[in-house]
């Protein structure tokens, strides 16, 4: 772990160490709006199940279409 911690020191401006460990396991999302309406929303279920690039982008050039 001091190795680990000595790597991670280096990073600190990129790395985010939560002060809580119980805040290690929120997870993000993916939203895509169009106006006030939400036109696409995934929330990750766990670390790592992001939505694929491709398929938001392709939603938010969809729900572009016609502003």
């Known amino acids: 772990m001091g190795d680990l911690f ?3 020191e280096k990073w600190k ?3 985010y160490l939560p002060p809580k460990q119980e805040q290690a396991f929120q997870q ?3 939203f895509v709006f169009k106006g006030e ?4 929303a995934q929330y990750d279920v766990s670390t790592g199940a992001h939505v ?3 398929d938001a982008v392709r939603i938010a050039i969809e729900a572009g279409k016609g502003l």
Not at 37 to 40: C, F, G, L
Request: hydrophobic fraction near 45%; charge should be negative.
């Open 6 to 8: 000595r790597v991670l």
């Open 13 to 15: 401006d990129a790395v």
């Open 37 to 40: 309406d939400t036109v696409y």
């Open 28 to 30: 993000g999302g993916t």
């Open 52 to 54: 694929a690039v491709d």
